[in-house]
């Protein structure tokens, strides 16, 4: 299998993950507050699949929200910094690739989290923009991800009325992104 379509076979197995974070379970009643959320979203991350934590997955919608556009920069500096990188595949058990990964998966989940938020603020938009084209240029994430940030980016781009930087991303990932 050649290295794009190995890459497309990721990113397509991984995308079901897209939509999906971990959080931890809250008891009957409880609210918590944004900075509570995020907090709580980001020890969910920490922990090996979150099991140990309590944590299950639950749709993007129901993630935490951002009070302010610094609170969700923070968040998706946070984010961009937990991306897997291609050295932490290197890393991983024969065992561990009979399956999408835990890294693309959990990928997908942080992925979804920065999309919903932006989707329900409007607020949000221009970090995310920023947050999408950094994400699109890092040549150290894999080409999956970088790929679906790219398209999140021309989408941004041309909703605020940007100018993208087409030539940060390589034309394989383009030709990768222009597949989803």
């Known amino acids: 299998m050649g290295k794009s ?7 397509v197995v991984g995308i079901g993950s897209i939509g999906y974070y971990w959080r931890p379970a809250k008891s009957a009643g ?3 507050s944004p900075s509570e959320s995020a907090e709580k979203l980001a ?10 934590a309590g944590v299950f997955l639950k749709k993007a919608e129901d993630q935490a929200h951002f009070s302010t556009p610094e609170e969700f920069h923070v968040f998706a500096k946070s984010t961009l910094q937990k991306l897997p990188h291609m050295a932490d595949f290197k890393k991983l058990k024969a065992e561990d690739v009979h ?6 998966r959990q990928a997908g989940v942080d992925l979804g989290s920065i999309a919903a938020a932006v989707s329900e603020d409007a607020r949000l938009a221009p ?9 699109s240029a890092n040549g150290d994430l894999p080409g999956s991800i970088r ?20 030539a940060i991303v390589p034309e394989e990932i383009k030709a990768l992104a222009k597949k989803l």
């Open 99 to 104: 399956e999408t990964p835990l890294l693309i």
């Open 127 to 135: 970090e995310a923009f920023h947050f999408y084209e950094e994400c």
């Open 5 to 11: 379509a190995l890459a497309l076979l990721v990113l």
């Open 147 to 166: 790929a679906l940030c790219y398209v999140h980016y021309l989408h941004w781009g041309t909703e605020l009325k940007e100018t993208v930087n087409a």
């Open 43 to 52: 020890i969910a991350r920490e922990s090996a699949a979150g099991k140990e």
């Open 30 to 32: 409880e609210e918590s």
